[in-house]
C-alpha cells in the first residue's frame, strides 16, 4: 500500500495510542480539522505490519476550542524509513 491507502491507516492506528485522560477533560467534541503537511516516504508492501506515533507538535487556542497538531509517523516493521509522515490538526471544544 502507498500513499493515501496508507493514510488512511491513521484513523484506526490514532485510536490505538493511549491518550492523558487530564488532556481530554472537560472536552465536549472533537472534530479532525484536516492535515497542514503530509509526506509520503516509502511504500508498504502486502502483508506488512505497521504501527503509528504521535508526538504533539502544537496547541492553538481558538475561542473555546484548541487546534491540537499533532505529527503521526507510520513505520513499517523491519525498515529504516518510515512509510508516512504527517501533521493533523484537531480541534478540541471544551465546554
Same mark, same amino acid.
Given at each position: #500500500?502507498?500513499?493515501? %491507502?496508507? %493514510?488512511?491507516?491513521?484513523?484506526?492506528?490514532?485510536?490505538?495510542?493511549?491518550?492523558?485522560?487530564?488532556?481530554?477533560?472537560?472536552?465536549?467534541?472533537?472534530?479532525?480539522?484536516?492535515?497542514?503537511?503530509?509526506?509520503?516516504? #516509502?511504500?508498504?508492501?502486502?502483508?506488512?505490519?505497521?504501527?503509528?506515533?504521535?508526538?504533539?507538535? #502544537?496547541?492553538?487556542?481558538?475561542?473555546?476550542?484548541?487546534?491540537?497538531?499533532?505529527?503521526?509517523?507510520?513505520?513499517?516493521?523491519?525498515?529504516?524509513?518510515? #512509510?508516512?509522515?504527517?501533521?493533523?490538526?484537531?480541534?478540541?471544544?471544551?465546554?
Amino acid at each position: #500500500a502507498h500513499g493515501f %491507502l496508507t %493514510l488512511s491507516l491513521l484513523v484506526p492506528l490514532s485510536s490505538s495510542i493511549k491518550q492523558d485522560p487530564e488532556t481530554l477533560k472537560g472536552v465536549i467534541m472533537g472534530v479532525n480539522y484536516g492535515f497542514d503537511k503530509i509526506r509520503f516516504i #516509502a511504500p508498504v508492501p502486502s502483508g506488512s505490519r505497521i504501527r503509528a506515533k504521535a508526538v504533539l507538535k #502544537a496547541a492553538e487556542i481558538k475561542g473555546s476550542s484548541v487546534n491540537a497538531t499533532r505529527t503521526y509517523t507510520i513505520e513499517v516493521e523491519g525498515s529504516d524509513k518510515p #512509510a508516512v509522515i504527517a501533521d493533523w490538526i484537531t480541534r478540541l471544544t471544551y465546554g
